[in-house]
């Protein structure tokens, strides 16, 4: 069983679509938890945290439920520029750096 | 502030050839991690360091792979001999410490291998 799960996609949504992405992860001693963002042929960068109170930042909205070990990330009014496979990282320690695990990715193309 | 260093971009070996990766992490990070990203998955850690020793190297395929880091600053990944089911992107990543994170966590640009 892998440690974090996603649904690979496609999804492919015209411009102003709001698109959701889910995620679960295995190990409930799990500690944080981030959406990554990579571009093709480029290197992981980190989109933002999720914490339990669920948090945004502009048009993105990620929320957690710790009791079903589920993590989900909404983009809402896509962007063309929003294109790129958006990855589920799970990290098993809390504030400080353990060992992350990564989901495959879910693949997002916007379309015009 | 420079990123992560990674070379070459690319390479493409024949099997059971070998082949070294290179790794400059960001001036002052402590730690430094290597990562193969198979195409279609996530990245998958290989080894970690922590300066010169390594803290995590349990996913790490003894028998052909070996990484070092040597003066703890930038690190070399080798695999000896290489199989098909090695061509995957090898991501070198670094952090300034572990409370930072995940700020301050980057990757460099990779280094994609084609086993043939």
């Known amino acids: 069983r892998k440690e974090v799960e996603q649904d690979p996609g496609p999804f492919n949504v015209p411009e102003g679509a709001t698109v959701a992405f889910n995620c679960t992860y295995s190990n409930s001693a799990s500690q944080s938890f981030f959406w990554y963002r990579q571009d093709c042929r480029k290197e992981p960068k980190l989109l933002m945290s999720v914490y339990s109170s669920g948090n945004e930042d502009g048009r993105f909205t990620a929320q957690l439920n710790r009791a079903s070990q589920y993590i989900s990330l909404l983009i809402r009014d896509s962007k063309l520029s929003d294109s790129a496979t958006y990855l589920c990282?799970?990290?098993?320690?809390?504030?400080?750096?353990?060992?992350?695990?990564f989901g495959r990715g879910t693949q997002l193309t916007v379309w015009p | 502030e420079a990123g992560v260093a990674q070379s070459p971009r690319y390479k493409i070996i024949e099997k059971r050839q070998s082949v070294a990766f290179w790794c400059n992490p960001i001036?002052?990070?402590?730690?430094l991690y290597w990562y193969q990203q198979i195409l279609g998955q996530g990245p998958k850690l290989l080894i970690q360091f922590q300066n010169n020793g390594v803290v995590d190297d349990s996913q790490l395929p003894k028998d052909r792979f070996s990484a070092e880091r040597l003066k703890g600053v930038d690190s070399t990944l080798k695999i000896q001999p290489a199989k098909l089911e090695d061509s995957a992107v090898y991501l070198c990543?670094?952090?300034?410490?572990?409370?930072?994170?995940?700020?301050?966590?980057?990757f460099g640009s990779g280094t994609r291998l084609t086993v043939v």
């Open positions: 990282v799970v990290n098993d320690r809390g504030s400080t750096l353990g060992r992350l695990y």
């Open positions: 001036s002052g990070h402590a730690t």
């Open positions: 990543a670094s952090s300034l410490n572990s409370q930072s994170f995940p700020y301050g966590y980057t």
